[in-house]
């Protein structure tokens, strides 16, 4: 087999996400879209394959981190709602519009250049904005503030604000108080948007954690990024709620099997000695092919079905 010539590689099974994506919209309302998250080529599994599959499983948007990652999806055929959810040069703001992506926007300077280059091209620029609710990260501080610059951008020429969100610090962990807290904060500037005569229709805060543990966050949109590729965002959430497949398997060819005897120290710092006659397979993978050395002494291997520990570093 072709793969065989390589080292180690990685199998992705495109049914096991299919089967993730059906888990998602199973926990959701139905009339809650889906935006599947496909950051970082999928969380390296393979962007383009793993978009066909989610929005041939009902998702019905897209997110990325970058310009970039937009555009790839564009010239590959991808002509669904896309999110840009990191920051992007206000110069790039008619590729922006000129490609049908949406911004998110968490600085005035970026909706007022999205607002020039929609007027420049006689088009409407659609962003969503993003309020920070308590990742002290990117997006308008929440309160009086957000609102007066929410409120600015809505009469800014050329734009369209067609969604608002947040996203949480800890929905992951045992402790959901401030997750609660961010989401009535959340919920705060949208009702005072609506009492102003606001009306945003997209809003969405539920992370991959939020849409296991918060169904009341799911609003009209959740944001699935983990959970479509089969982990769990924490040992903290509850797993009877989703069955999740992995998607990837990670192999490689054995290219050396040898016995040692007793007291036979293997690997860099001599981290682990034989304490009886032992086996030892090698196999040609390691940090750099993204295999941390955090696994050390933990990880486990597949041999023929048969787990076998990783020893040594």
């Not at 139905?30 to 929005?55: P, Q």
Request: hydrophobic share 40%; aromatic share 6%.
């Amino acid at each position: 087999m072709e793969y065989l010539l390589n080292r180690a590689w990685a199998e992705i099974n495109l049914d096991n996400i299919a089967h993730n994506v059906r888990e998602i919209r199973r926990i959701t309302n139905k009339r809650t879209e889906i935006c599947g998250v496909v950051k970082a080529d999928a969380y390296g599994h393979g962007v383009m394959e793993v978009a066909r599959t989610l929005l041939n499983n009902g998702v019905t948007r897209l997110a990325v981190s970058m310009l970039d990652e937009a555009l790839q999806l564009r010239r590959n055929g991808i002509d669904v709602p896309l999110l840009i959810l990191g920051y992007t040069d206000p110069r790039h703001a008619e590729e922006i519009i000129l490609n049908n992506l949406t911004q998110t926007v968490f600085s005035h300077d970026l909706a007022c250049a999205l607002s020039q280059a929609a007027v420049r091209l006689n088009k409407s620029a659609r962003i969503h904005i993003k309020v920070d609710t308590g990742m002290s990260r990117v997006g308008f501080m929440t309160g009086y503030s957000a609102v007066r610059s929410i409120v600015e951008i809505s009469r800014l020429p050329g734009i369209i604000i067609e969604g608002l969100f947040t996203h949480f610090a800890s929905a992951d962990e045992k402790d959901k108080s401030y997750t609660n807290m961010q989401f009535e904060l959340f919920m705060s500037v949208c009702s005072e948007l609506s009492r102003i005569g606001i009306q945003i229709p997209v809003k969405h805060c539920a992370n991959s954690a939020a849409i296991i543990e918060f169904p009341e966050t799911h609003l009209n949109m959740v944001r699935p990024g983990l959970i479509l590729y089969g982990m769990y965002p924490s040992a903290d959430v509850d797993k009877s709620r989703i069955d999740l497949k992995p998607a990837m398997t990670l192999k490689a060819n054995i290219v050396l099997v040898k016995e040692i005897e007793p007291n036979t120290p293997v690997s860099y710092g001599r981290i682990f000695t034989a304490k009886r006659v032992s086996k030892i397979a090698t196999i040609p993978i390691g940090y750099a092919d993204g295999f941390t050395r955090l696994l050390n002494g933990k990880a486990k291997v597949l041999i023929h079905g048969e787990q076998a520990p990783v020893v040594g570093k």
